[in-house]
């Protein structure tokens, strides 16, 4: 088992790299529904992480050869290349998108972001569902963590340890906000704020370095579990 956290390890900092998340996090302290809303933003976070690779894990582990552990399937390597092809491709797009833009409107947040003030606590935690499992690079991160910890074959309660650590790693930085408030009150509110402008500032050289960088892993990765 201490390999196979060793090998959930980059995807659990992929995951931590997500700066939107922190920053729907410290708005939803400001906002009307404040802790409330960011406590169940944080643990749909955390628990939709842990059964995505949960899942992904006991779905890889069907497949490894128990004479190889932690040889990738060929079948999932073949789509952690196809996974890596798509992540080097968004990297791209993004970084054009980013340099058409320019430098006046890169900081625009999303659409979602500035309503985000108004959600209550349910609504704050399907935000975080879905940002943890449909945003591609986030469930790139689920996915990989998923794979390299079934191609150990561990059965289900190694899978679901090693998910639930991968969980609460990559939920680090999310629940980072929300442990400050509660541990300084009103006296962090403007360094949360500052915190929050500079994710959004951000966002977008931060996102396109990861999907970079991670695309790099996942083909080296598929190509390894292929040849």
């Known amino acids: 088992m201490p390999n196979a956290f060793a090998e959930l390890l980059p995807f659990a900092f992929g995951l931590v790299l997500a700066p939107l998340p922190v920053a729907a996090v410290v708005l939803l302290l400001r906002s009307s529904g404040g802790t409330a809303a960011a406590a ?31 040889v990738l399937p060929g079948w999932v390597g073949l789509l952690h290349l196809v996974i890596g092809v798509v ?9 054009h998108r980013h ?26 935690a399907g935000l975080a569902a879905a940002l943890a ?18 191609a150990f074959g561990l059965g289900a309660g190694g899978a679901l340890v090693s998910a639930l650590v991968f969980a609460l790693l990559g939920t680090a930085t999310v ?8 541990a300084a009150g009103e006296c962090g509110g403007g360094g949360l704020d500052r915190v929050r402008g500079w994710l959004v500032e951000h966002n977008d050289v931060v996102t396109t370095t990861v999907l970079f960088v991670f695309g790099g892993v996942f083909l080296a990765r598929g190509l390894r579990g292929v040849l």
């Open 40 to 70: 169940a933003f944080t643990g749909a976070w955390f628990g939709t992480a842990a059964a995505v690779a949960f899942v992904v894990a006991l779905i890889t582990s069907l497949g490894a050869d128990p004479d190889r552990a932690g």
């Open 87 to 95: 992540m080097v491709a968004l990297a791209g797009q993004a970084a």
């Open 99 to 124: 340099l058409r833009r320019g430098a006046a409107t890169a900081d625009a947040p999303p659409a979602w972001l500035s309503d985000i003030g108004g959600y209550d606590p349910a609504r704050a």
């Open 133 to 150: 499992a449909l945003n591609p690079k986030n469930l790139a991160m689920l996915v990989g963590a998923g794979a390299a910890v079934g």
């Open 175 to 182: 629940a980072a906000p929300l442990v400050a408030a509660l």
